[in-house]
């Protein structure tokens, strides 16, 4: 970015020094005239340029040096905006995403704990059902409750970066 500004300032002191120039060179032959009304200056610069076209010449080679590096300066700051609007979008982009995440942080802290709650209903429910499971073979010939062996609950861990949802066996 500073390189670019630098580079808009550089071309700001060329394009201001061949006004300079330019200046000088007019202002030699159109500013003896006596007569200083509009009509009498723009023939003074028509003169001018029948009378001396070396001169005339050289104002033309500045006034497109002048519309060059004017090109040039509006495609720098052209980029230099651009690089500016991209940089604020992407700034406030990680700042949505900071919020965000605080968002996502404040239910992945919600998930766990109703996983452990959870985990914790489902290791009193074994006890009951270890303890009835006995009595209920004898009176109905069947479980009261099976698959405890594959009861999980979900579970939300983090390494900084990546969120995982995993589920941890009960």
């Known amino acids: 970015m500073n390189k670019i500004q630098a580079e808009i300032k550089e071309i700001n002191s060329q394009i201001q020094a061949l006004q300079q120039e330019r200046a000088a060179l007019t202002q030699n032959h159109i500013a003896s005239s006596e007569n200083n009304t509009t009509l009498a200056i723009v023939e003074a610069y028509r003169r001018q340029a029948r009378e001396n076209p070396e001169i005339a010449a050289e104002i033309q080679g500045i006034d497109n040096a002048i519309a060059f590096l004017e090109t040039q300066k509006r495609r720098k700051e052209t980029y230099l905006f651009e690089s500016l609007s991209y940089s604020q979008r992407i700034a406030q982009q990680k700042q949505e995403l900071e919020e965000g995440k605080k968002f996502a942080e404040i239910h992945a802290q ?10 914790q209903e489902v290791k009193l429910l074994k006890a009951c059902a270890d303890e009835l499971s006995p009595m209920y073979w004898q009176v109905y010939n069947k479980p009261f409750i099976t698959g405890f062996k594959t009861i999980s ?18």
Request: aromatic share 8%.
């Open 153 to 170: 609950v979900p579970y939300v861990r983090s390494d900084g970066e990546v969120w995982r949802i995993v589920n941890r066996i009960v």
């Open 110 to 119: 919600r998930v766990n704990e109703l996983a452990r709650e959870l985990a």
